[in-house]
T-cell receptor
Framework: NAGVTQTPKFQVLKTGQSMTLQCAQDMNHNSMYWYRQDPGMGLRLIYYSASEGTTDKGEVPNGYNVSRLNKREFSLRLESAAPSQTSVYFC???????????FGSGTQLSVL | GENVEQHPSTLSVQEGDSAVIKCTYSDSASNYFPWYKQELGKRPQLIIDIRSNVGEKKDQRIAVTLNKTAKHFSLHITETQPEDSAVYFCAALRGSGGGADGLTFGKGTHLIIQP
């Protein structure tokens, strides 16, 4: 089992460009999440999907959109990237809300 | 929403000594409190968790205590070893009738084990 797979691992964008971060899990988990990690700020929730067919905003959703494509895949889209979105992004999944979170390996995004 | 405060931000201890990291949460409806360890350049990984119906939980050298009345919980690591050096995050989950909102994390504690 691969667990939680994120792509790409690194990305450099110019201000105003768009991109989609991909996430897939092969553990048959119901709940999936996108977090961003900034120095000294911990992990902040951007969006989550408690189950297939549902998505909800987290603490810092502005500038992002998500799609729960199916049970396995949960993508994060930046429509018009801004320097403030420079961060490390982690996708995570769990069997259901309130269980052990499994994280992907992260995407390091720089917006110039 | 939930707010989780974590202290200290950096903790340096001698190898073999104990380390304690403390967190407070704001929402009395929170009922699940995990701790994650993140080594440099790696992904966070769950090391221990506790639910609100339990006051203490132990797993070998690590333990977590929960005080619901005071709304705080702590991570205790005994007989620290070099491989314990990492950033540790506490988190809280607010359970609600319509489903929970996802974990709220503290800002992390950088634990340094001095040889």
């Amino acid at each position: 089992n691969a667990g939680v797979t994120q792509t790409p691992k690194f990305q450099v964008l110019k201000t105003g460009q768009s991109m989609t971060l991909q996430c897939a899990q092969d553990m048959n988990h119901n709940s999936m999440y996108w977090y961003r990690q900034d120095p000294g700020m911990g992990l902040r929730l951007i969006y989550y999907s408690a189950s297939e067919g549902t998505t909800d905003k987290g603490e810092v959703p502005n500038g992002y959109n998500v799609s729960r494509l199916n049970k396995r895949e949960f993508s994060l889209r930046l429509e018009s990237a801004a320097p403030s979105q420079t961060s490390v992004y982690f996708c995570a999944s769990e069997t259901r809300v309130g269980e052990k979170l499994f994280f992907g390996s992260g995407t390091q995004l720089s917006v110039l | 929403g939930e707010n989780v405060e974590q202290h200290p931000s950096t903790l340096s201890v001698q190898e073999g000594d104990s380390a304690v990291i403390k967190c407070t949460y704001s929402d009395s409806a929170s009922n699940y409190f995990p701790w994650y360890k993140q080594e440099l350049g790696k992904r966070p990984q769950l090391i221990i968790d506790i639910r609100s119906n339990v006051g203490e939980k132990k797993d070998q050298r690590i333990a977590v205590t929960l005080n619901k009345t005071a709304k705080h919980f702590s991570l205790h690591i005994t007989e620290t070893q070099p491989e314990d050096s990492a950033v540790y995050f506490c988190a809280a989950l607010r359970g609600s009738g319509g489903g929970a909102d996802g974990l709220t994390f503290g800002k992390g504690t950088h634990l340094i084990i001095q040889p």
